[in-house]
C-alpha cells in the first residue's frame, strides 16, 4: 500500500507530468486540467472537494496522491501593503517571500533554495550556507499561498491588471514574480523549471512570460539550456565592471567569467520569439564597486549588450561591513549609465516597518555546510578584538540572529 510519505504531492506537478499522472491511473488527459484548475485557480487543495471528478476517481487519486502545500508560519504586513511570509519547506528551514504592490503591478518575489551554497560577498542568504533545493510544490506553493492570503481565490480583487492596454485574463494580485528571494534558482533548475511552466500555464496560474523573472548570479550551463525550458524573462546578477572585482563580490565568476556570462545570456535572449532584453543588476557598495570610474567601465562593457540596468544600493545586515553609498553617488552613477544611453532604475526602499529585501533574505536555514558557523566565529572574533563584544561588526547595525529578517527593507523589485 502507499504511505503517506510516498503519495504523489499533485500541487508539484506541471501540466504534462500531471497527464503522465492520469494515463498512468488509466484515465484521459483532461483530467490534467481540471485538476490544475482546482488547485491553482479556485485555490481547492481538498480532493474530495474536486466535484466535477466522479466519486470513484476521486477515490483512486487519494488512493496514490495527496496536495500538501508548505506551511506559512509567520506574517508580516506593511502599511503601504506589502506582505512578507516565512514560509516552512519540509526539510524543516524556513524560507521567506514578499510581496510588492506598485501601481499596475504586484510582484512577488519567491525563494528557491533554502540557503545558497555561492556566497555572495554583499547577500546575506548566503552567509547562511545552504539547507535545501526546495520542491515543485514549495516554489509554486509560495505563489499559491499568496493568492489565498492577499485576496483569496475566487474573490476578484479590485485591481485589475493589464499588458499593452488589455485587459489581462488574470486579475489576482500578484500580476508578477520575480525568483530573487533566497537562493540561486539556476541551481534548483528542474524545479524552478517546472514551477516557472506553471506560473505561466493557462490553465494553473497563467502569467506572461514577460512578468516571471529568473534572476540569476550567473550559473552559465544552466543559461546555455534554459531556451530549452522556458521563456521566461532574465535578470542578470552582474555587480561589477570587471573579472578582478566580481570575482571577489560574486565568487561563481571566477568559474564563469563575465564574458562566458553575457555570451550565455545573449544566446539566450536570442532565442526567444519576442524582442526581450535582460535586466542587469548591480548592488552599489559604498566604496567598493560606486565610483564613476567603474560606471564607466561598466557603460563601456555593455555597449554591444542590450540590457536594462537596475542600480540596488546595498542594504546592509549583521555580518557585513559594508555600506549603502550615499544619494549623490547613487545619482551620479546613474547619470553615467544614463548619458551612455542606458535605461536605468534605482530600487528605492520602503516598508521598513515589515522588514525584507531581495537577496536580504534569511529565514531560518538549517546549514549543511560550516559556512554559517564561520561567519558567526568570525564577527565574534573581530567584536572581542574591537572591545565590542555583544555588539555586530561596524557599520552593520546588529548581531546575526534569526530574527534579523525584520531589521531589514523592501526593496521595490527591478523588474
Ligand atoms: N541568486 C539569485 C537570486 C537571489 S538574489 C541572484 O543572485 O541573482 C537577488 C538579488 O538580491 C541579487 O541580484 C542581489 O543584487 C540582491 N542582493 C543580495 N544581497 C543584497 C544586499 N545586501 N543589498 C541589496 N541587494 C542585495
Ligand atoms: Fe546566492 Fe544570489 Fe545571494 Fe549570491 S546573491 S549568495 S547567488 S542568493
Same mark, same amino acid.
Given at each position: ?8 504531492? /499533485? ?33 481547492? !487543495? ?11 476517481? &476521486?477515490?483512486?487519486? +487519494? ?7 508548505? +506551511? ?32 499596475? &503591478? ?27 533545493? *526546495? ?50 534558482? *539556476? ?10 511552466? *506553471? ?7 497563467? *502569467? @506572461? ?44 565568476? +571566477? ?24 535586466? !542587469? ?8 564597486? #560606486? ?12 555597449? #554591444? ?28 552613477? &546613474? ?18 516597518? !515589515? ?18 558557523? &564561520? ?25 546575526? @540572529?534569526?530574527?534579523?529578517? /525584520? ?9
Amino acid at each position: 500500500m502507499t504511505t503517506r510519505e510516498t503519495k504523489i504531492n /499533485l500541487m508539484g506537478l506541471s501540466l504534462p507530468k500531471m497527464q503522465a499522472f492520469f494515463l498512468e491511473l488509466g484515465e484521459k488527459p483532461f483530467r490534467a486540467s481540471q485538476t490544475l484548475k482546482w488547485m491553482h485557480q479556485r485555490g481547492v !487543495i481538498d480532493i474530495d472537494a474536486m466535484t466535477d471528478i466522479s466519486k470513484p476517481l &476521486r477515490e483512486k487519486m +487519494k488512493a496514490v496522491a495527496e496536495i500538501r502545500l508548505p +506551511k506559512i508560519t509567520q506574517e508580516f504586513r506593511s502599511v503601504d501593503g506589502s506582505c512578507k511570509w516565512i514560509v516552512q519547506v519540509e526539510s524543516g528551514s524556513s524560507v521567506e517571500m514578499v510581496f510588492i504592490p506598485e501601481a499596475g &503591478r504586484g510582484t512577488l518575489c519567491i525563494s528557491s533554495q533554502a540557503g545558497c551554497i555561492l556566497d555572495c560577498s554583499f547577500c546575506a542568504t548566503g552567509k547562511q550556507g545552504f539547507n535545501s533545493n *526546495l520542491t515543485v510544490a514549495e516554489i509554486i506553493g509560495q505563489l499559491w499561498w499568496a493568492n489565498e492570503k492577499l485576496a483569496g481565490f475566487g474573490v476578484k480583487p479590485a485591481q485589475e491588471w493589464s499588458e499593452d492596454g488589455k485587459p489581462a485574463q488574470n486579475s489576482r494580485p500578484v500580476s508578477n514574480v520575480v525568483m530573487m528571494g533566497m537562493g540561486e534558482p *539556476l541551481l534548483n533548475f528542474d524545479n524552478v523549471m517546472d514551477a516557472l511552466t *506553471l506560473m505561466m500555464e493557462d490553465q494553473a496560474y497563467g *502569467l @506572461s512570460k514577460r512578468r516571471v523573472t529568473i534572476s540569476t548570479s550567473g550559473v552559465v550551463p544552466a543559461i546555455d539550456r534554459l531556451k530549452d525550458y522556458t521563456d521566461a524573462s532574465l535578470a542578470v546578477s552582474l555587480h561589477a565592471p570587471n573579472d578582478l572585482l566580481r570575482n571577489e563580490l560574486v565568487p561563481i565568476n +571566477k568559474k564563469y567569467p563575465i564574458k562566458e556570462l553575457l555570451r550565455s545570456v545573449s544566446g539566450y535572449m536570442d532565442g526567444l520569439s519576442d524582442r526581450r532584453v535582460p535586466v !542587469i543588476e548591480y548592488t552599489l557598495i559604498a566604496g567598493v564597486n #560606486d565610483h564613476r570610474q567603474h560606471a564607466r567601465e561598466l557603460a563601456q562593457l555593455l555597449k #554591444d549588450f542590450p540590457c536594462k540596468i537596475n542600480l540596488i544600493p546595498f542594504n546592509p545586515f549583521a555580518l557585513s561591513d559594508y555600506r549603502r553609498p550615499s544619494s549623490t553617488s547613487i545619482s551620479n552613477f &546613474r547619470q553615467i549609465l544614463h548619458e551612455a544611453g542606458y535605461t536605468v532604475t534605482v530600487r528605492t526602499t520602503r516598508a521598513d516597518d !515589515i522588514g525584507a529585501a531581495c537577496g536580504q533574505l534569511v529565514g531560518e536555514v538549517g546549514d549543511n555546510t560550516r559556512r554559517s558557523q &564561520r561567519y558567526r566565529d568570525a564577527a565574534e572574533a573581530q567584536n572581542e578584538g574591537s572591545g565590542k563584544s555583544g555588539t555586530a561588526p561596524e557599520g552593520t547595525g546588529k548581531r546575526f @540572529s534569526k530574527t534579523d529578517n /525584520l531589521a531589514v527593507a523592501v526593496d521595490r523589485p527591478a523588474v
